[in-house]
């Protein structure tokens, strides 16, 4: 059953998450409304939370919300809903509403593999506002308790799930099986829209691994992309944790890098606002500035 929480603790556990979602605060009303003003609920992909008053109105709003997320529309929004015949709800007011969509953590990873490397690493990054997803076709293997940012991709097809798993994520190989290892490469390799891909192995295993690829006629550029063995080389040490360690570091450093260009959160701007709080008829909702 979803947990029942409210708009506050539901930005809270999203936040900690790393979960995208829109926060929909009720601006102003005119005449009879469900809620009064600053009413409001979170929306996620899958649930929401708290309540702007039910009805025909909460629906659209939430399918608007989700249709932002979808889009990765990460944003402001106002639209201004008149409780009429459109809405099937017989109020006779209008509500004015702000949908906030954020994108939530900072980063995506997947892990292949639960072995103790994987086990010692979901320690040091649960802590962390990244989306996790840990791969393995062994149930036994993880704990029975996972981090609130992480979710379990149980699996026997872990090569075939990598379109559905590792878009726009960073990914890690530390499975058990080289065999496995190899496929997973080649099938990241195939994609330009993986972030990064990290390697558990030795020099060895890495440059038996590159002779194999380059005989599959993956060109050297393509190759590179692996970074094998995974992890930081100045951190030393080859127990679980020192390695998980090392390898956290590393991500640090490359999440770093993807949000280096990105502008810092400042809100809108006084134009943008303006923008977004024209008169909109009523009968209209405007949706990204824009009247439909």
């Known amino acids: 059953m979803q947990e029942r929480l409210t708009w506050i603790q539901a ?28 009413s409001k609920m979170v929306v996620t ?23 932002r997320l979808a ?5 402001y929004e106002l639209a201004h809903f008149p409780l009429g015949a459109s809405l099937g709800q017989c109020c006779g007011g ?14 995506r990873l997947v892990v292949f593999g639960a072995g103790h490397v994987s086990h010692a690493l979901m320690r040091i990054v649960s802590d962390l506002p990244w989306q996790i997803t840990w791969v393995d076709s062994r149930q036994e293997c993880f704990p029975d308790r996972t981090p609130d940012n992480t979710t379990v991709h149980c699996t026997d097809d872990p090569v075939g799930d990598v379109p559905e798993l590792c878009s726009n994520a960073h990914v890690l190989i ?66 679980p944790m020192e390695v998980a360690v090392s390898i956290s570091a590393e991500l640090l450093n490359l999440v770093a890098s ?30 990204a500035g824009q009247k439909t």
């Open 174 to 239: 530390l499975t058990h099986n080289h065999a496995l290892d190899y496929d997973l490469c080649q099938a990241l390799l195939k994609r330009d829209d993986v972030r990064s891909i990290g390697l558990i192995g030795s020099q060895t295993k890495a440059e038996r691994f590159r002779q194999r690829l380059g005989h599959r006629g993956y060109a050297e550029t393509d190759i590179d992309r692996i970074r094998c063995p995974v992890g930081r080389s100045d951190i030393p040490g080859k127990r």
């Open 71 to 75: 889009n990765h529309e990460y944003s």
């Open 258 to 287: 993807d949000t280096a260009d990105k502008p810092a959160k400042r809100g809108l701007s006084w134009g943008a606002l303006k923008a977004l709080t024209k008169e909109v008829k009523p009968g209209e909702v405007e949706v």
């Open 11 to 38: 930005v809270a556990d999203c936040e900690r998450r790393g979960q995208p979602y829109v926060l929909v605060t009720v601006l102003g009303v005119t005449g009879s409304v469900p809620r009064e003003p600053a």
């Open 45 to 67: 992909r899958e649930h929401s939370y708290d309540t702007i008053g039910g009805g025909h109105l909460e629906y659209r709003v939430i399918a608007r919300a989700r249709e």
């Open 94 to 107: 209008s509500v004015a509403v702000l949908l906030e969509a954020q994108p939530g953590g900072d980063a």
